[in-house]
């Protein structure tokens, strides 16, 4: 074939390849049996192998490039990815409402923007010039993992923007076409960060675990364990094969080329905007949206996407509403880990019955007892139940829950499920009761009801401190905050038992070969493990402890277990100090530094001073370094450019509350005080100032009004 004809039949090929892709991804709508996709697919890569000029890296067949990885690299997020606070019922969508108003003065108009929670992975997309170059998980926030070449394996990521449309609003400008109108720009943007979520159909999902039934692997329990899972393969071919979609729900960042005046995309003022542009540079953003006066429509909207919530294509959780006006998204600001102004309002929790198998007592990290109950497997919320924590003994006793109960469990969202009732009319007379343990079911060790000083309620422990549960549970607790994804309970219980590992420390220095002594790893079956599946799999799980060696100082504090350091507080802890040395010698010599940052009480710090009191906790970090890990410090908080500033605040403010602006300017490192003097910096004065301004203008202290205020934020 001729060069020409080969260009022309390559690119017939190319684009009736995407179109059946589409037919199958977007539309859903296989009209076509899978041989003929092969044929043509098969027939398009002989003809590029032997017309090798005419590849082209962002062409479809190139979305499946790229080796299997070794590992993820770690990404940090330019701009953190927050979480959602939730709203579980009308009330609190108007509690929200009421907060809001509060905070920005009763008379601002609001209006709102709602669209679909979708149940998969959150995802940050970069694109420089138009091009897909980055794209990475959510992780803490913080730091994510780069997962670009499994990403690029999803049709409905755009690897090549469309050009930049003009704003979607003509905002009295003379010149500028709406979008609806075919409004357009020409120019891709210089930088795009898009968020949204990666997340399988129902439909994949359900063809998907009748694959994995047919070959006796595990089950998806729902669409984002999928999808997560199938983000998480090293090998992008099997990433491809999973089928996944993108939608996308938000613009981090945008930079353009060429900003125009008026109308461009930079200078976007709403967040139903974004969706618009979104949409024009090719992605797809969720079917359903609405713009909203008030929170009754807002309800209403809830209410018709609650009628076809079951037969959506895709799994969903909830509506998410934002404030549509992003000045005012900007001045509500952030609050721990989710912004104020956009909630989440989650779908009442589903309800289903079961029968009560067993049930059965854990032993956990701090010895506390808890009971399971087992459960014959039901539907619930979109995912199978198995079992549910019941938190503590008192609980079956409120309950009167004995096994072989019929009972009625809940499962809100991504909530872990719960049992709320017990049909007691449904009983038999066989059903059995069970007891308060007096002797811990791991060790044999003797319990004791007590209250921990962090607990509000009372509990029953196991008080051997040699129990081994307690390792079992801190040791799986340990793999996790070191993302070591290969070791499961199972195998960590092996190893153990096998005394291949004595502590967390001895992971760090396994072999292949010990691997082997386990004679078969749990989770595959002796078969595939004698054809070698096993060596393969132990390599894997070598490579990927290896792998995880290396380890951010908040991450590791997290890792350490220390009572009350949770994620949170790991972070503010290692952000203060930095370095592990420096955070011990303030534990055991100057306490007072731990206990003046800002979100750690006096039980936080009492507790990290113990820890590090503690000569075996000492030793354990000593062996985890020798075995190998790598304690990456952490950029201390950057001084805020208000330090050493103090402002007095009088009169009203226009844009915001004096709650908020105060918020603002403590978060950037300055002080507020109530009354001027010498010592006040700024004295901003809103509407109606009182004598402070006076007092001011006495002492010659600096008066700004709010707008040089707001330039200064
Ligand atoms: S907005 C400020 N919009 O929900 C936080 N999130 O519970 C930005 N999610 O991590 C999130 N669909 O993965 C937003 N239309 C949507 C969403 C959505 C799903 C997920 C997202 C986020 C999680 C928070």
Redesign the pocket.
């Known amino acids: 074939m001729q060069e020409s004809d080969a260009q022309k039949r390559i690119k017939k090929l190319r684009s009736e390849i995407v179109r059946l892709r589409n037919a199958y991804h977007i539309e859903n709508a296989p009209n076509v049996t899978d041989d003929v996709y092969d044929s043509l697919t098969r027939e398009l890569k002989a003809l590029l192998q032997k017309h090798p000029e005419l590849n082209d890296s962002n062409a479809l067949e190139n979305r499946v490039a790229g080796k299997a990885l070794e590992k993820f690299i770690k990404v940090k997020h330019k701009i953190r ?4 606070n939730d709203a579980f019922n009308e009330e609190e969508l108007y509690d929200w409402k009421k907060r809001i108003q509060k905070l920005l003065g009763s008379e601002k108009k609001l209006e709102y923007f709602c ?4 149940d ?3 995802v940050s997309l970069i694109y420089k010039n138009g091009k897909f170059t980055q794209g990475a998980t ?1 992780g803490d926030g913080f730091v994510g993992e780069d997962i670009t070449q499994n990403l690029r394996t999803i049709n409905s990521i755009p690897l090549i923007l469309n050009s930049l449309p003009t704003s979607p609003l003509s905002r009295g400008g003379d010149k500028v076409i709406p979008l609806d109108k075919g409004g357009f720009r020409g120019v891709a943007p210089e930088y795009l960060e898009v ?1 949204g ?1 990666a997340i399988m159909s129902k439909k994949t999902l359900s063809k998907l675990n009748l694959g994995n039934k047919r070959e006796g692997k595990i089950l998806f329990a729902n669409t984002r364990n999928a999808a997560a899972g199938s983000l998480r393969q090293l090998d992008p071919k099997l990433a491809a094969k999973r089928h996944l979609d993108f939608f996308a ?2 613009i981090a960042e945008i930079k353009e080329a060429e900003p125009l005046l008026r109308g461009s995309a930079s200078q976007l003022q709403t967040h139903s905007e974004k969706h618009a542009i979104l949409r024009n540079l090719g992605f797809k953003v ?1 079917a359903l949206e609405a713009k909203c006066k008030n929170i009754e429509e807002i309800i209403l909207f809830i209410k018709k996407f609650e009628k076809i919530r079951s037969n959506f294509p895709y799994g969903t959780d909830g509506i ?1 509403i934002y404030i549509d006006d992003l000045k005012l998204q900007e001045i509500l600001g952030v609050v721990g880990k ?2 104020r102004y ?1 909630v ?1 309002f989650k779908y009442p929790a589903e309800r289903a019955t079961t029968i009560v198998k067993d049930i059965k007592i854990n032993v956990g990290r701090t010895g506390v007892l808890t009971p399971l109950a087992i459960f014959e497997p039901t539907l619930v919320a979109g995912s199978m139940v198995s079992k549910a924590t019941l938190h503590n003994m008192d609980q079956i006793e409120r309950l009167d829950l004995r096994i072989g109960d019929t009972v009625v469990i809940e499962k809100a969202g991504d909530v872990i499920p719960k049992v709320v009732e017990v049909l007691t009319r449904m009983r038999s007379g066989k059903e059995k009761k069970i007891k308060v343990p007096n002797i811990c079911p791991v060790c044999g060790g003797k319990v004791e009801k007590k209250k921990l000083p962090s607990q509000t309620s009372v509990a029953y422990y196991c008080v051997n401190p040699k129990c081994s549960a307690k390792d079992e549970r801190y040791l799986e607790h340990f793999v996790s905050v070191f993302e070591i994804y290969e070791l499961g309970p199972k195998i960590l219980r092996r190893l153990k038992d096998e005394g291949l590992i004595t502590d967390a420390a001895d992971l760090f220095t396994l072999t292949k070969d010990d691997f082997i002594t386990l004679e078969c790893l749990p989770h595959r079956k002796p078969e595939t493990f004698l054809r070698g599946f096993g060596k393969k799999s132990a390599e894997n799980i070598v490579k990927e402890i290896e792998n995880k060696k290396h380890i951010p100082l908040s991450k590791f504090l997290w890792a350490l277990g220390i009572l009350h350091v949770g994620e949170e507080t790991a972070r503010d802890l290692a952000m203060h100090f930095g370095t592990l040395e420096k955070l011990i010698i303030s534990a055991r010599v100057v306490l007072a530094e731990i206990n003046s940052i800002e979100n750690i009480g006096p039980a936080v710090s009492k507790s990290v001073s113990n820890f590090f009191h503690d000569k075996n906790n000492l030793n354990f970090i000593q062996k985890l370094k020798k075995n190998g890990v790598i304690i990456e410090k952490m950029e201390k908080k950057k001084a805020g450019k208000f330090n050493g500033f103090t402002f007095v605040l009088t009169g009203a403010l226009s844009n915001m509350s004096r709650e908020i602006a105060k918020e603002k300017i403590i978060v950037l490192g300055g002080k507020v005080a109530s009354s001027v003097s010498k010592n006040t910096s700024y004295v901003v004065a809103g509407i109606d100032p009182g004598s402070k301004l006076t007092t001011a203008e006495k002492l010659g202290v600096k008066v700004i009004n709010e707008e040089e205020f707001l330039k200064m934020l």
């Open positions: 990815m927050l979480s959602l669209e679909i929670k979708f998969g992975l959150a959510r968020r979520e729900y938000d969720g998410v989710a912004p956009v989440a």
